[in-house]
């Protein structure tokens, strides 16, 4: 069955540092792979994708992300944190057969200190 | 551009009262469209998608139901809540198959109590 893991539940990072957060899934096919996150009480944004081509891609904010096959993981990393990055981030696969199905991890929620 | 819209923001409502949630899309044509819950502490859960006027599937057995009266409205109901029924409630769309990014809604909190 398709999956996506998210080891950390919360990380708190001081502002300016670096963030890796991580996700990994399960899916036999090749995936379509999202990170998304979410301000509270807010709905989602999509940061980046990856669809194909390049495994290393870039998104909004400054973000970007790495796809291994080899190690069924889509990592999120940013160089240097702002506060405005402290949200909650969600990993999803997206599975498609007739409509489109996002399957999320739980999210990790990201604090920034000063 | 396109845009989607969800309402209400808040809601609270006694157990064994109705629900009706609205969910609408503009600026696209024939989107598929979803219902997601977001339980606390939890990543979302897919409860209905559709692909189409009238066509409704549903990925979990619950207390909840949708419909999809026009092209690019989506409609979640229950006909009596539960206390369980309580969570963040998130519409989203996307265009068919196979690109499957989906944009969202800002989210409906509900709180049964």
């Known amino acids: 069955a398709q999956s996506v893991t998210q080891p950390d539940i919360h990380i708190t990072v001081s502002e300016g540092a670096s963030l890796e957060l991580r996700c990994n899934y399960s899916?036999?096919?090749?995936?379509?792979l999202f990170w998304y996150v979410q301000s509270p009480g807010q709905g989602l944004q999509l940061l980046l994708k990856y669809f194909s081509g390049d495994t290393l891609v870039q998104g909004i904010k400054g973000f970007e992300a790495e796809f291994k096959r080899s190690q069924s993981s889509f990592n999120l990393r940013k160089p240097s944190v702002h506060w405005s990055d402290a949200a909650e981030y969600f990993c999803?696969?997206?599975?498609?057969?007739?409509?489109?199905?996002?399957?999320f991890g739980a999210g990790t929620r990201l604090a920034v200190h000063p | 551009s396109q845009t989607i819209h969800q309402w209400p923001a808040t809601l609270v409502q006694p157990v064994g009262s109705p629900l009706s949630l609205e969910c609408t899309v503009e600026g696209t044509s024939n989107p598929n469209l979803y219902w997601y819950r977001q339980a606390a502490g939890r990543g979302l859960q897919l409860l209905f998608y559709s692909v189409g006027i009238g066509q409704i599937s549903s990925e979990v057995p619950q207390n909840l139901s949708a419909s999809r009266p026009q092209d690019r409205q989506f409609i979640l109901s229950s006909k009596k809540l539960l206390l369980s029924d309580s969570g963040f409630y998130l519409c989203?769309?996307?265009?068919?198959?196979?690109?499957?990014?989906?944009?969202f809604g800002q989210g409906t909190r509900l709180t049964v109590v």
């Open positions: 989203a769309w996307s265009v068919p198959p196979p690109n499957t990014e989906a944009f």
């Open positions: 899916y036999g096919a090749t995936p379509y």
């Open positions: 999803a696969v997206g599975i498609s057969g007739g409509y489109n199905k996002l399957i």
